[in-house]
T-cell receptor, first 114, second 111 residues
Framework: AQSVAQPEDQVNVAEGNPLTVKCTYSVSGNPYLFWYVQYPNRGLQFLLKYITGDNLVKGSYGFEAEFNKSQTSFHLKKPSALVSDSALYFCAVRDRRSWGKLQFGAGTQVVVTP | NAGVTQTPKFQVLKTGQSMTLQCAQDMNHNSMYWYRQDPGMGLRLIYYSASEGTTDKGEVPNGYNVSRLNKREFSLRLESAAPSQTSVYFC??????????FGPGTRLLVL
């Protein structure tokens, strides 16, 4: 079985400050990990993924995420948040045998204040 | 490229009515997916189609049926709608079985 936990329902950050959105996962074997963002009344947009290789993954809009196997975490980070980063962020995981079956976290609402 | 399109955008049904949600993608992707999104629960997979001609159940398939009409189109049918099926429905497609691309969603209200 695979599962994802996003421990924070909401993250508040001031514009210009670093942004971190936490994600921990549980899978059997090596994971595929993803981050998606959802703006109001829109579908999900892909931000980045970890499949293999370098533990630090860079994605769209200045976001990056670090895969930590020992802590089973894949936290999303941005060095300097923008007001336009305010959105709902989803972490997702699948194990390498569960072809196509992504397990999504409940989502974290990010609010960036000017 | 329109990407993934979904129709309708919004629908109100009465309990027991049926309807079909349509999804089409123009990215020549092999696999397609249907999810539902409920507050505080993230997205849950209803059905998916790994390739044209195949469909499989996801996490929450009860009360739904799907049809992979061709490579482009993947429809979701509610035969007898229930209030518990009030949700936002998203279709997605993938070319590599990893990264999924989502449509804008269909908001469904079942009274």
């Amino acid at each position: 079985a695979q599962s994802v936990a996003q421990p924070e329902d909401q993250v508040n950050v001031a514009e210009g400050n670093p942004l971190t959105v936490k994600c921990t996962y549980s899978v059997s074997g090596n994971p595929y990990l993803f981050w998606y963002v959802q703006y109001p009344n829109r579908g999900l947009q892909f931000l980045l993924k970890y499949i293999t290789g370098d533990n630090l993954v860079k994605g769209s809009y200045g976001f990056e995420a670090e895969f930590n196997k020992s802590q089973t975490s894949f936290h999303l980070k941005k060095p300097s948040a923008l007001v336009s980063d305010s959105a709902l962020y989803f972490c997702a995981v699948r194990d390498r045998r569960s072809w196509g079956k992504l397990q999504f976290g409940a989502g974290t609402q990010v609010v960036v204040t000017p | 490229n329109a990407g993934v399109t979904q129709t309708p955008k919004f629908q109100v049904l009465k309990t027991g009515q049926s309807m079909t949600l349509q999804c089409a993608q123009d990215m020549n992707h092999n696999s397609m997916y249907w999810y539902r999104q409920d507050p505080g629960m993230g997205l849950r997979l209803i059905y998916y189609s790994a390739s044209e001609g195949t469909t499989d159940k996801g996490e929450v398939p009860n009360g739904y049926n799907v049809s992979r009409l061709n490579k482009r189109e993947f429809s979701l049918r509610l035969e007898s709608a229930a209030p518990s099926q009030t949700s936002v429905y998203f279709c997605a497609s993938s070319g590599d079985g990893e990264t999924q691309y989502f449509g804008p969603g269909t908001r469904l209200l079942v009274l």
